[in-house]
């Protein structure tokens, strides 16, 4: 078959007859992942009988669509015994006038059109064709950058399809140092999607907010509402066991009392707890589920055989500063009195912990996180929570058999089952050099 003899210009003019010439010159790097769907599903929308130079309709329509088996290798684009046998690889096009794909697997990829191959110096070859299969010629697989690989799908519902499309996502990114978007798909006229919130390198974007939030000092919002409905970051630290770590515990719903810590750098906090847990959204955010702050104790407060934890020790009336809070503390206390979660009490006492520390470095690892109470919330329900992110911590009071992120995975992998949507694992370090709370590794990620 003769490919592309034409410039850019030319290629243009003929290929708006079909209304899609702006997506045969867009350089792939240049397409977000929306901008990837949306030009996908104007493939499949098009139906044209032949394309410019009396060529294939598959060179300027429709998708061309590699489902891959669960038994493929992690490096998608390697060519299997089968294709090593026959010397090409079987896709599948899918248009809206008939032409659909039978089995898509749970994950798969697919090619940019012929033109748009060709205009970017990546053309392939059609070495046959029968009714919507295309077979591409075999390629060289120790040169992934040199495919047009357009985007990597899963079908949206199934249990791991999206783990899996991420695994794809990770091996390409290894080979060639360049994202591949991740699309949803669902059979219909407009059949792929996109979310920001799947993307594996989202994120270093989830990080970057986060870590601006506990680098924020201000004693409260914008709109004069307390700091934790925009700042500083909420932590839930939690064990390991035969129970979702989202689910507050029989004690909690007893007393209705879940207990986090609040990490901003103005106040001091060295450590976590348990070495995993999650990171919620700033309590002022749109949520299905809200939760409510209801007090924050400098230090540990020893809440979990309260029956009010937020009353049995007293509320911290009358301290507004540091004179006053070392005047009613002098060292380091465990079982204080309790600010309640208005601007002015709260801010003191997120700042209490450090005031503390300050005039008496160090007593021992016990003080070294302090303790916030938000009321419990119904078991079961990860999807209406304001999750933002799974962590792993280097730095905890009780430090795990194996220290690393793969409890951190397991929270991952079980949000997806359950919710089948993504939340990235990131490693919480409050002491590390750069002044950064959390920092997001795509290796430490769930796609195994």
């Known amino acids: ?59 300027c ?26 010397q090409y690889e079987p896709f599948q096009l899918l248009r809206r006038d008939g032409k659909t794909v039978g089995n898509p697997e749970r994950s798969g990829y697919v090619m940019h059109a012929g033109f748009d191959a060709a205009a970017q110096g990546k053309p392939y070859q059609v070495v046959g064709r029968e009714g919507n299969e295309v077979r591409l010629g075999y390629w060289d697989a120790s040169q992934p950058k040199q495919l047009p690989v357009q985007a990597i799908y899963y079908q949206l519902g199934l249990s791991d399809a ?8 990770m091996a390409w990114f290894q080979a060639t140092g360049q994202w591949l978007p991740v699309l949803r798909y669902v059979a219909g006229d407009a ?14 974007e989830v990080a ?26 909420l932590v839930r630290g939690t064990g390991v066991g035969s129970f979702k770590a989202w689910n507050p515990s029989p004690a909690s719903q007893r007393n209705n009392s879940v207990s986090f810590s609040y990490f901003s750098v103005d106040a001091g906090l060295d450590i976590t707890i348990w070495p995993q847990g999650y990171i919620v959204s700033p309590l002022g955010g749109p949520v299905t589920r809200r939760l409510i702050m209801s007090c924050i104790y400098p230090f540990d407060g020893g809440t979990s055989n ?3 934890p ?20 002098p060292t380091p206390p465990r079982n204080s009195c309790a600010f309640r979660p208005d601007p ?11 005031w503390s520390l300050e005039e008496h470095r160090r007593v021992n690892e016990d003080y070294d996180w302090n303790e916030v109470i938000v009321q419990a919330w119904p078991q079961d329900k990860p999807g209406e929570l304001p999750l933002e992110a799974f962590f792993y911590s280097p730095k905890v009071r009780y430090p795990p058999a194996e220290p690393g992120p793969a409890n951190a995975r397991r929270f991952q992998r079980e949000y997806v089952t359950e919710t089948h949507r993504y939340l990235p694992v990131l490693r919480l370090d409050p002491k590390a050099p750069d002044g950064k709370l959390v920092t997001y590794l795509p290796l430490d990620q769930a796609t195994e």
Request: net charge positive; hydrophobic share 40%; charged share 20%.
């Open 191 to 204: 059949p792929f999607g996109f979310d920001q919130r799947e993307q594996l390198y989202n994120g270093y």
């Open 1 to 59: 078959m003769r490919w592309m003899e034409l410039s850019h210009g030319s290629l243009c003019l003929a290929v708006k007859v079909w209304l899609i010439c702006s997506l045969s010159i867009l350089d792939a790097n240049a397409m977000n992942g929306a901008q990837t769907a949306i030009a996908l599903n104007q493939r499949v929308a098009a139906t044209p009988a032949r394309c410019l130079g009396n060529e294939p309709e598959d060179a």
């Open 310 to 329: 937020c009353v049995d020790r007293g509320i911290c009336s009358g301290i507004t500063d540091k004179t006053a809070w070392l005047n009613r503390y």
């Open 162 to 169: 999206l783990l899996r499309a991420q695994r794809s996502q």
């Open 61 to 86: 329509s429709g998708v061309l669509m590699r489902p891959m088996i669960e038994a493929h290798q992690r490096e998608f684009w390697r060519h299997d015994s089968l294709a090593d046998r026959q």
């Open 344 to 354: 002015a009490e709260f801010d003191v006492g997120v700042k209490a912990h450090r």
């Open 306 to 308: 309260l029956g009010q």
């Open 208 to 233: 970057k907010a986060i870590n601006a939030r506990y680098a924020s000092q201000d004693s409260v919002c914008p709109d004069g509402r307390s700091r934790f409905f925009c700042n500083g970051v």
